[in-house]
């Protein structure tokens, strides 16, 4: 088991920029991001493996969220750009020791870490 750590998030208008980061205590296979809004389900937005699979995201931030890794500081980023009112939830990183069939990676209870979640609010 491995402690998350996230930080970045915030308030920003439409249109604008914010950084999540979530620190992760030891090694991990893979990191993914989810988000949950008020009254509505935990759901599923990138995920990042260090080696082997490509980036894979929600078709609702396909184009605009970018996630990354920075292996010196063990670190997996979500860069969000070009933000929507529809953005607004609390973002959480999760993450996997061991490699996670395709199909899983965009459910919840797969992820047995969990970061403590970031507010990010977006205003029309």
């Known amino acids: 088991q491995v402690q998350l750590t996230q930080s970045g998030g915030g308030s920003v208008q439409a249109g604008g920029s914010l950084r999540l980061s979530c620190r992760a205590s030891?090694?991990?296979?893979?990191t993914a991001w989810f988000r949950q809004a008020p009254g509505k389900e935990r759901e599923f937005v990138a995920h990042?493996?260090?080696?082997?699979?490509?980036?894979y995201y929600a078709d609702s931030v396909k184009g605009r969220f970018t996630v990354s890794g920075d292996n010196a500081q063990n670190t997996v980023f979500l860069q969000m750009d070009r933000l929507e009112p529809e953005d607004t939830a609390v973002y959480y990183c999760?993450?996997?020791?061991?490699?996670?069939?395709?199909?899983?990676?965009?459910?919840?209870?797969?992820?047995?870490?969990w970061g403590q979640g970031t507010q990010v609010t977006v205003s029309s």
């Open positions: 990042f493996e260090w080696r082997g699979r490509p980036n």
């Open positions: 999760a993450a996997r020791q061991v490699r996670l069939v395709l199909s899983g990676i965009r459910s919840p209870e797969n992820y047995n870490d």
């Open positions: 030891g090694r991990t296979f893979s």
